[in-house]
Nanobody
Framework: QVQLVQSGGGLVQPGGSLRLSCAAS????????MGWYRQAPGKQRELVAT???????NYVDSVKGRFTVSRDTAKNTVYLQMNGLKPEDTAVYYC????????WGQGTQVTVSS
């Protein structure tokens, strides 16, 4: 069955960078949209960034200019390049993909702290 496997989280100092990846396996069909959500302690899960099969992107205001979402559509893989990280970016980041159905990755912790 379809699985979304994430990697790339970790601990970084403010101003640093991380790159998250999410690879979908078990499907021969490409997803229409893939993206990233995050959930910080005590907060609701929020949409961070999305990218469609046509390479249209969308970002939450707080990450515009700092984060870049990209994808390799042929591989059903989505990436999130995070630059200029701030403590408020600390959260569990979840990969998401939607075709006919929707799927979630397992989540990966991103901690930004000095």
């Amino acid at each position: 069955q379809v699985q979304l496997v994430q990697s790339g989280g970790g601990l970084v100092q403010p101003g640093g960078s991380l790159r998250l990846s999410c690879a979908a396996s078990g499907s021969i069909f490409r997803f229409y949209v893939m993206g990233w959500y995050r959930q910080a302690p005590g907060k609701q899960r929020e949409l961070v960034a999305t990218i469609t099969s046509g390479s249209s992107t969308n970002y939450v205001d707080s990450v515009k200019g700092r984060f870049t979402v990209s994808r390799d559509t042929a591989k059903n893989t989505v990436y999130l390049q995070m630059n200029g990280l701030k403590p408020e970016d600390t959260a569990v980041y979840y990969c998401y993909a939607r075709g006919v159905d929707g799927y979630w990755g397992q989540g990966t912790q991103v901690t930004v702290s000095s």
